[in-house]
């Protein structure tokens, strides 16, 4: 009996935290092939690699969790092509979601496919690129992928799953994708199916490169979805400029949400912030003491500033995270 208990539980052990064995996968490795044959440095002089095609389903719940496959296809032209994607990197958050690769390959020219396994050659580890920040987040997680004999010439296909099973604002979805970068598109296709009791609210595609994005909708009077697609071709890649901001926020981008309006947010983030706003005896007395007489005012707010700034800077946070009691922020 015990034997039989440990066996099932070794069963129930490996369902759980097995990753499923079926994917979601759009690009045929062929067509893929084919059109990378076109990819060349004559005809891309200024690229280092080429995005030959790329699509990205997504597809989001009443109460906006979501379930995401990206299967992408990118040639490399030149060394620093290869070296840029030698490994690849997928950050997220425990709390709310995963993301992991399904399927690694590389295509070569001669017409093989070699398999890279995605689980031996990944490691995850807490995101460090928070401590500049001041800030520790054991739930942010990065993902590397290391992509062993890569070369010049090579087509890298991967897939990728991403899985999120909480939302930051209760049910609600929102996304945003860039449709431009610094590499070529020659394809991309970006799906989302939504359902009809909650659908899309705002759309809003910005720094539009007039001639390259396509946007359906499609409505089923059967189904209880709605399919909304873009599709993009013949994108030329961008060049970062000195001291620009930030890249995905100038690059034509698509940005999407079942939020209606910023006041339904606001409203959101209120009620959820004025029940931290509370203040003790202890705090309004310790305000008083340190603001007493103004000859003093400056010199004693003086070590106030810094506690706050310091103690704020120990839990300080993305916006996801729930903003803690004010008591607690200020509490030596």
Not at 13 to 37: G, H, N, Q, Y
Not at 68 to 87: F, L
Not at 226 to 243: A, G, H, L, Q
Request: hydrophobic share 35%; charged share 30%; net charge neutral.
């Amino acid at each position: 009996m015990k034997s039989l208990l440990r066996v099932g539980l070794s069963v129930f052990t490996v369902f759980l935290f097995t990753r499923p064995l079926s994917a979601k996968e759009f690009l045929d490795p062929d067509t893929i092939r084919k059109l990378a044959a076109d990819v060349t440095a004559e005809k891309y002089p200024d690229a280092d690699e080429v995005l030959v095609d790329d699509v990205i389903e997504v597809e989001y719940q009443e109460d906006g969790t979501s379930d995401s496959w990206d299967d992408t296809a990118v040639k490399i032209i030149t060394e620093k092509g290869k070296r840029n994607n030698r490994t690849m990197t997928l950050g997220f958050d425990v709390a709310y979601g995963t993301n992991y690769f399904t399927r690694v390959q590389l295509l070569k020219p001669d017409g093989s496919i070699v398999e890279i396994d995605p689980e031996a050659n990944s490691k995850v580890m807490t995101d460090p690129g928070q401590m500049n920040a001041n800030i520790y987040n054991p739930n942010s997680k990065r993902l590397t992928l290391s992509i062993p004999g890569l070369e010049v010439g090579d087509t890298l296909r991967y897939v990728i799953r991403r899985q999120h099973h909480k939302t930051i604002v209760p049910d609600s979805f929102s996304d945003y994708q860039t449709f431009e970068g610094p590499t070529p598109y020659e394809r991309m296709t970006y799906r989302i199916i939504a359902p009809k009791s909650r659908p899309l609210a705002k759309i809003a595609l910005k720094d539009e490169i007039p001639g390259t994005v396509e946007f359906s909708e499609q409505k089923n009077e059967q189904d209880d979805r709605i399919i909304y697609t873009w599709k993009v071709k013949d994108v030329p890649r961008m060049f970062d400029e000195p001291d620009m901001p930030t890249r995905y926020t100038v690059v034509q981008r698509l940005l999407v949400s079942t939020i209606e309006s910023w006041e339904d947010l606001s409203r959101w983030y209120w009620e959820l912030c004025l029940p931290r706003l509370k203040t003790t005896p202890e705090m309004k007395a310790k305000a008083a003491e340190l603001v007493e007489g103004p000859k003093q005012r400056r010199k004693k707010s003086t070590p106030f500033s810094i506690l706050f700034h310091r103690k704020s800077a120990t839990w300080a946070s993305p916006p996801k995270t729930k903003p803690r009691a004010m008591n607690r922020t200020t509490s030596v």
